[in-house]
């Protein structure tokens, strides 16, 4: 592999832009701060706080959907992604990062008793509800504490064993028996992953961490529906990291084959993440019963109806409509519009998911959302690419890389 | 339909098949055929066929489905027989959804199998001539098409050095027809038979 190039250096460029960004975004923050964040008044202390939330909430999920991205392809026996799979390796050590973000705004709102965020916070309304009475085992302080400590330092560590694991493929050629044993291996510790991955984002984590802002509200779709979005999103971005290096000339063997096969996971699971969006709203559409239509009343009828429905035409007509082609797929260009547009997409549906419970009279989009948003794409693009560089970009004695080579869809 | 003259040449690994099909294809002769056990990844590219447009007929069916559903429904409940179900609007787009969406799906489907059936020429009593019956087996047959100036004993010599575990040459039907294998009773009895 003389004439490949293994290892990434990060372009003096893409340092500058991530630190302006980064720039940017902390100017946003500190303003933020001053100016809502220690408001007096209290609906710009929860925009402050619930932009901070959706935001870190969101891009710790797509980090770690990188590592579920893995998790799966293993399990699968999957060979067609060893060829790129040190780019959601790298994706993935952001999830420490920017889950020690979400940790201390969670614990902040939790601790600084932020009851107009988590309404169950405040223990006298509570204990006249009987609803949020009957809910109360889950929503306390207490185990949302100990429970997202746990997801947290455990998608952390899950995602460090694999990674560390994965360091061996880069040494030496593996024999047939230590081959097996190492796949033996990567599938225990994806194994392990994904059970507390589906336990976890699958299930509580989204119901605790953002559908508990409306506590009387509840939808078992919803967790799927956060799973779907932060999937597709986290598949797109590793869409633009793989084209950014096949730009740069880095990743000679990946081809459009295995942009092919990303592009049909950024395109089925668009239509997946519409069918949990459609399931969710047609249920409670159908059953028109107060309790539960009150979360789609100020989305689909009130100030958020144009964010709502945009919302649907980007994550769902577009991706429907231009990924659909085979050669659609199969072409760079395309793919890394469509990546930035479902990560936008995904964001603002994570946006209308908090602020649209936070803010149900006014939409705050604005400067604090883009800025606050920079800070993190400018965090994601500085540690990503000092990730990428920190190892060999192609896992050299991985025993499925061939498979990876001669790959066709 | 014509009756044409094969040359048949059998292969017992894809390792030998494939460099064999780009050989023979180089030397300019013409690939009726390759028939395998199972479907064999990169064939098609190797035959030079062109790409399937079957998506894009999957593609027709299925709008074809939504717009008959939503079409069908729509006039249903709001000119035909207009209900109150619920108390919701006539038209009552989000019920109507997975409906439309089953239609969807069940047009493109069984259009999509018609159509692979229409193309593969598969259909009840649909006869088809069979070079090597281990083709369904464990035996890669390659069929090549003869021309009035092909030297059928080099063509032979050459798949044998390429690979070929058993030659034949064969005057077959390219096309098919209805009826039972034993051509004789082929309805439209064809005069100009070429002499093998």
Redesign the interface.
Known sequence: MASIKMQFEVPAKMKTWSLALIAVGLVALITGLVTKGFSADEHEQTQFWGTLMYNSIFWTLVCNAAMFFIGVTTMAMGGFQQSFRRVPEAISTMVPIFGAITFAVLMYVIFGHKHHIYHWLDTEAVANDPILKGKAGFLNPVFFVIWTTLTIALWSLFGWRIRKLNEQADGEPMTAEEGATFIYKNTVRAATFLVWFGLTVGSTIPWLWMMSIDPHWYSTMYSWYTFASSFVSGMSLIALWVIYLKNKGYLELTTQEHLHDIGKFMFAFSVFWTYLW?SQ??LI??A?IPEETVYFKHRVQGPYKGIFFLNLIINFLCPLIIL?K?SAKRNYTLVAFMAVLILFGHWIDFYQMVMGSLSKEHVTLGWLDFGILSLFVGLMIFFVSRALASKPLIPKSHPFLKESIIH?V | MAKKKFVVGCFEDEAVLFPAVKKVRAAGYKIHDVYTPFAVHGLDHALGLRETSIHTAGFIYGITGTTTALSTISWIFTKDWPLNIGGKPHFALPAWIPIIFELTVLFAAVGMVLTFCYLCQLAPGVKKHHFHPRATDDLFVMAIECTDTTNTDDLQAFLQSNGAIELSVQVAEEGWWFGRYDNENVPFQNKEIVAA
């Open positions: 459609f709203y047609m559409w159908y028109n659909m085979r066709q």
